[in-house]
């Protein structure tokens, strides 16, 4: 679903329309999906991160106040989710395999061929590794990550640089 | 073309789609949204922040008091002895303090000794009063004095471990909820 269409459901969804918002999630919930899978680097992990901002978003969408916003909005709120979930993988790893620690996706299911990218992607920092995938996943220019992220689109851009040099140097055989 | 940009390139023909769980179909969702009570969870979080926030307060005020207000009862506590030592507990109100006589009459004109008491090993002023078993002011001695001080501070020490305590309990929770 384009855009354009998506942010024309916004108002009746925040007027309490179910239908409005099940198209608006329904026209987004495959990216969400896809941006949480990379930026947590399991599946299991990112299904519930995607629920729990489905659920947030559907609590607190009449409090949006620009409709326009809604995608950005919506990618924060998976950001901040994906964030604390990380945080909560960290510690477990850190306290219950202490000489395996090589991030969350040591017991990720990950799926298809990609397995270098993905454990490319766990080393580096949550900033970094959510403009990558919105970046290059998503195609979002740097002012829209700079809004989800509350940076700087300048910090943006020069952590992207950074971001992909450190995966050039992860995968120099692969890419 | 630029080193990032082949980066780029390279990495959007590794970035898969990935396969959508059943469970995140919309209709699925949509279901789920409709049955779970959503406020719930968000009255409880805000709840918690109030009470964290009112906690962080009371252990703020507690601690600053408990710092600010000792040391003024450590200052006032000074002014008192010094006002117990010259005798102006002993004053009517609008009475002067008089000099003692025996200092005006038995002082030398001139290059005569110094008088006794001041001499080293002289008692104290205090050790003078305890000595008499003269009462210090409203019937009580210095040391009583001094140990109804001590024991008026035991709810200083009760609020401070409270404070303490509390933010122990503060700390675990927010560890614990991290956890979940």
Redesign the interface.
């Known amino acids: 679903m384009e855009k354009d269409k998506l942010r024309a459901l916004v108002p009746a969804a925040q007027a309490g329309d179910?239908d409005a918002?099940?198209q608006l999630?329904?026209g987004c919930?495959?990216s969400l999906?896809?941006t949480a899978?990379?930026l947590l680097g399991n599946?299991a992990d990112?299904?519930d991160t995607?629920?729990e901002t489905?659920?947030d978003a559907?609590?607190?969408i009449a409090k949006l106040r620009v409709p326009e916003a809604f995608e950005g909005w919506i990618y924060k709120i998976l950001y901040n989710k994906a964030r604390r979930k990380r945080?909560?993988l960290l510690?477990k790893v850190t306290v219950e395999l202490p000489e395996t620690l090589e991030g969350p996706s040591t017991s990720a299911e990950t799926?298809?061929?990609?397995t270098?990218?993905v454990r490319a992607l766990q080393t580096l920092s949550q900033q970094e590794r959510a403009i990558?995938?919105l970046?290059?996943?998503e195609g979002y220019t740097s002012a829209e990550i700079a809004q989800v992220l509350s940076l700087n689109a300048n910090t943006v851009r020069s952590k992207?640089?950074r971001a992909?040099?450190k995966?050039?140097a992860q995968m120099e055989p692969?890419? | 073309m630029s080193?990032?940009d082949k980066?780029?390139r390279?990495?959007?023909r590794?970035?898969?789609?990935?396969?959508?769980?059943a469970?995140?179909a919309?209709?699925t969702?949509?279901q789920?949204?409709?049955q779970?009570p959503?406020?719930e969870a968000?009255t409880n979080r805000s709840a918690g922040r109030w009470l964290a926030l009112a906690a962080t307060l009371v252990v703020a005020v507690t601690l600053t008091y408990l710092v600010v207000g000792v040391g003024f009862r450590a200052n006032s506590k000074s002014a008192e002895s010094y006002a117990q030592e010259f005798g102006v507990f002993d004053m009517d109100p609008g009475e002067a303090p008089a000099l003692p006589q025996d200092d005006m009459n038995s002082a030398p004109a001139s290059g005569g000794a110094l008088p006794e008491d001041s001499a080293e090993g002289a008692p104290s002023t205090a050790d003078a009063f305890q000595a008499q078993g003269k009462p210090e002011t409203d019937g009580e001695t210095v040391a009583e004095t001094a140990a109804r001080q001590q024991s008026g501070n035991w709810w200083r020490w009760a609020l401070g471990g409270a404070a303490v305590l509390m933010l122990a309990a503060g700390i675990v929770v927010l560890r614990a909820r991290?956890?979940?």
Not at chain 1, 111 to 114: A, E, H, P
């Open positions: 179910d918002f099940s999630y329904a919930y495959k999906y896809k899978y990379y599946a990112a299904e995607v629920m489905v659920a559907y609590a607190g945080g909560v510690y799926i298809g061929d990609n270098d990218l990558v995938v970046s290059v996943c992207q640089m992909l040099a995966l050039r692969n890419v | 080193k990032d980066t780029i390279d990495l959007e590794q970035f898969c789609d990935v396969p959508v769980p469970s995140l919309p209709d969702v949509m789920k949204l409709r779970a959503p406020p968000k991290r956890k979940k």
